[in-house]
């Protein structure tokens, strides 16, 4: 089967649940600090994790600053263990299966752990200091309840790495289309992505997720890739960490925990996922094209009827929605309608990436979604911060043409439109605000389309070496268009003989010519600034590969996603989809 003919789809959903890694003795404390009694020189085997047998739970309140054999930080969701001469500390799942090593990078090299010292053990959770032959000092954090543990590097300049080889990860992107990479798609060993503050490692079959979150990364992060077809994989998530940055290594484990499955390209009807979803959640989905961008989805649960309207291409059909009541199933249909015509290398071909975003008022207390994460390890401050929660929202105001085309001609069929003046009065102002609303924001995506134009220029101008990466950047943005948006000087007009016949001044009007003509202007404002907000995302989404598969053009790109995000904050309405 052609890989590249082929859609690959996988489910992620993060999920912890007391199902998994229940603790193994009745005595164990929530969350404890043991010595193993003897260093080992190979990472702990499954069977000791889980057994811990010959290990001394260290009483709390003592903060030993040596041990026998190796330290281990533990609750019931994760185990941390710090053996050493490692060159990090080695993360297990809650049931006991080894998923990630957290370590510093020095020199762009790895080093061992030399030493090791207890700064914290009580119940709220307990830490350890441990020094590295390089020089570097990381305070490793563990608390209780949270499937996370937290690395805190001493200094300036320090680079985390995080290894917990995968072949897809994921970069969420909470204005635009998330980022999948898929290390069989980057030719490249080493590459850079944007720092989003998240990056989610899908690990084997669908069996568990790594996902690493950082609080004050100053740079993109860097990938590292190995291995042939394949066997090729994300081997390494180096995140740079600023003054007094914090990275969480988190690992969420459960049958299912993510799932994927491959479909012919082209596909064009709707398939049944082979997979038995965890529990409800909001979830979102990205297909992932040719061009390695990807189209993100929010997934419904039993809704009813596909069809829905978008200002973009009219009517098209949900393509991935979920049905059933005591067993539920999910359904995908690749949704070729959106891809924006001219595009080249559009068709759909994997892989396409589900998780839950928040909880729903179904989702179990004691689970967690990718929100709950962020909140329960930056805070709820920083979270909102960098998801720019205000921003994504959209606003409506004023009221919808459409609506006055339905209702006032039914006030004047009916002989009562003198009656409900007032009403009907108030509904034409507020026709032209709406209208004037969607002109503005149609107008300020036209003036991006010069400002970026104009800037792409001077970039192309001054880095002869990128003109081919920069010109895509300029026929991407030509797809805005340049055309300004002019509706409300017309419905305002349009309005003057409406208000005349509503006080029965002027009962000649054509209200049914006028109201038609309002919508008409309406419909066509909205198709521009929906079809102005595709071709910003997928210019940022472009963007946004063109760094993992070619790191020299970061520093061009990386300005391209801060002038999109920009663009994309404060949408109205009708332009979202």
């Not at 500390?89 to 080093?111: D, F, Q």
């Not at 006080?503 to 006028?514: A, E, P």
Request: one cysteine or more; proline letters at 5%; aromatic letters at 8%.
């Amino acid at each position: 089967m052609n890989a590249r003919r082929m859609l690959a789809v996988f489910l992620g959903i993060v999920l912890v649940s007391a199902a998994f890694g229940a603790e193994p003795s009745a005595k164990a404390p929530r969350v404890g600090l043991y010595d193993t009694g003897a260093s080992s020189a190979e990472p702990l085997g499954g069977d000791a994790v889980a057994k811990r047998e010959g290990w001394t739970l260290v009483a709390q309140g003592e903060t030993p600053g040596s041990y026998k054999g190796d330290a281990i930080l533990a609750n019931r969701l994760v185990t941390v263990a710090l053996r050493k001469g490692a060159a990090g500390a080695e993360i297990y799942s809650g049931s006991a299966v080894p998923r990630a090593v957290l370590m510093p990078i020095t020199g762009g090299a790895k080093s061992k752990i030399s030493s090791i010292k207890a700064t914290a053990n009580d119940r709220g959770g307990v830490a350890v200091e441990a020094c590295f032959e390089g020089g570097a000092t990381v305070a490793f954090e563990l608390k209780p309840a949270l499937p996370f543990v937290r690395a805190k590097p001493a200094g300036e300049g320090v680079t985390v790495r995080v290894e917990a080889p995968s072949r897809f990860g994921v970069l969420p992107d909470f204005f635009a289309d998330d980022m999948v990479i898929d290390a069989r798609a980057i030719p490249v060993d080493k590459t850079e992505v944007p720092g989003e503050n998240f990056f989610m490692n899908m690990i084997g079959d669908g069996e568990a997720i790594v996902t690493i979150i950082w609080d004050k990364g100053g740079d993109d992060i860097g990938l590292t890739l190995s291995g042939q077809d394949d066997a090729r994989v994300i081997t390494g998530v180096d995140i740079p960490v600023g003054k007094d940055g914090n990275v969480w290594a988190c690992v969420l484990e459960r049958k299912g925990v993510w799932h994927s499955v491959e479909v012919p390209a082209g596909q064009k009807k709707a398939m049944d996922l082979a997979w038995e979803i965890p529990f409800e959640a909001k979830w979102k989905g990205s297909f992932m094209r040719e061009d390695h961008t990807t189209d993100s989805w929010g997934f419904e649960y039993n809704p009813g009827k596909r069809s829905r309207w978008s200002g973009v291409v009219g009517g098209y059909n949900l393509p991935c929605w979920i049905d059933g009541k005591d067993k539920l199933t999910a359904h995908i249909e690749p949704p070729h309608k959106f891809t924006p015509r001219g595009s080249k290398g559009m068709d759909i071909r994997g892989p396409f990436v589900l998780y839950p975003i928040e909880r729903t008022e179904k989702t179990p207390v004691e689970d967690f979604t990718v929100v709950d994460l962020m909140r329960n390890s930056l805070g709820t401050g920083p979270c909102e911060y960098i998801m720019d929660v205000a921003g994504q929202g959209s606003t409506d105001k004023g009221i919808y043409t459409c609506s006055v085309e339905a209702v006032l001609p039914l006030f004047f069929e009916a002989d009562k439109q003198k009656d409900e003046r007032v009403f009907l009065e108030s509904m034409l102002e507020q026709v032209q605000v709406f209208v004037k609303t969607i002109q503005d924001r149609a107008n300020a995506y036209v003036d991006f389309h010069d400002e970026m134009l104009k800037w792409l220029g001077e970039q192309k101008a001054a880095h002869a070496e990128f003109a081919e990466f920069i010109g895509g950047m300029e026929e991407l943005t030509k797809k805005i268009g340049g055309r300004k948006a002019s509706g409300a000087p017309r419905v305002a007009q349009l309005v003057e003989p409406l208000k005349k016949a509503v006080t029965g001044d002027d009962m000649h009007v054509n209200y049914h010519g006028s109201v038609r003509s309002i919508a008409g202007i309406g419909l066509s404002q909205d198709n521009q600034v929906a079809r102005a907000r595709l071709a910003v995302k997928v210019l940022r989404r472009q963007a946004t590969i063109a760094m993992a598969l070619d790191p020299k053009v970061t520093p061009v790109a990386k300005e391209i996603r801060e002038r999109t995000r920009k663009i994309l904050r404060g949408a109205v309405g009708h332009e979202m989809r």
